[in-house]
């Protein structure tokens, strides 16, 4: 059990799902989602959570979405976000695998650098060290295309590991970097 697991009493929020498709904070202890780096605040000065932000907290027991009044379940969510981004499933179990390994998990730069993640207990101090790169177990990547986000990483700082989602919904991860084997 985990410490956003174990506190006596759980704080259910109340998030609501908008036309957009997006999905903003409502009512609840904003600070308690802020401290363990739970959604973002939007342009238009409302906090919003991720779709797998969304679907973590509603799995969890944390959070509960409505939609014009309607309370909606996960699977309601997920068909929802599914029409979207059809990654969504790959992703989430990711999301869910490094939030049970008590890292924190902040939105990344596009769908092929999907996730930030934060060393453990480095949140709010310290920049974000990995960067996550999500596929399915057994679809391609070209080399040319990999090179690309290794040095995208590499440019930003960060260690990249792929994620690989299997068939039985279990995470492998793998870290990749470059080497420069050339004598110097």
Request: glycine share 6%; net charge neutral.
């Amino acid at each position: 059990m985990n410490d956003e697991e174990s506190v006596s009493v759980a704080v259910v929020h109340s998030l609501r799902f908008l036309e957009d498709g997006s999905v903003v904070f409502t009512e609840g202890d904003l600070s308690w989602l802020k401290a363990r780096g739970y959604g973002d605040l939007r342009q238009d000065g409302l906090w919003g959570f991720s779709p797998v932000e969304t679907l973590y907290l509603v799995k969890n027991g944390r959070a509960l979405v409505y939609r014009s009044g309607e309370k909606l379940e996960f699977n309601d969510l997920l068909t929802l976000f599914i029409q979207k981004d059809p990654n969504v499933w790959r992703d989430y179990v990711i999301y869910m695998d490094l939030r049970k390994r008590r890292y924190v998990v902040k939105e990344g730069f596009g769908p092929k650098l999907r996730f930030r993640v934060f060393e453990r207990g480095e949140y709010l101090e310290k920049p974000a060290k990995y960067l996550i790169i999500p596929l399915y177990e057994g679809e391609s990547i070209a080399v040319e295309e990999l090179l690309q986000l290794l040095r995208s990483c590499r440019a930003m700082n960060k260690e990249a590991v792929v994620a690989v989602l299997d068939r039985r919904n279990e995470v492998v991860y793998y870290n990749a970097s470059l080497a420069d084997l050339r004598n110097k």
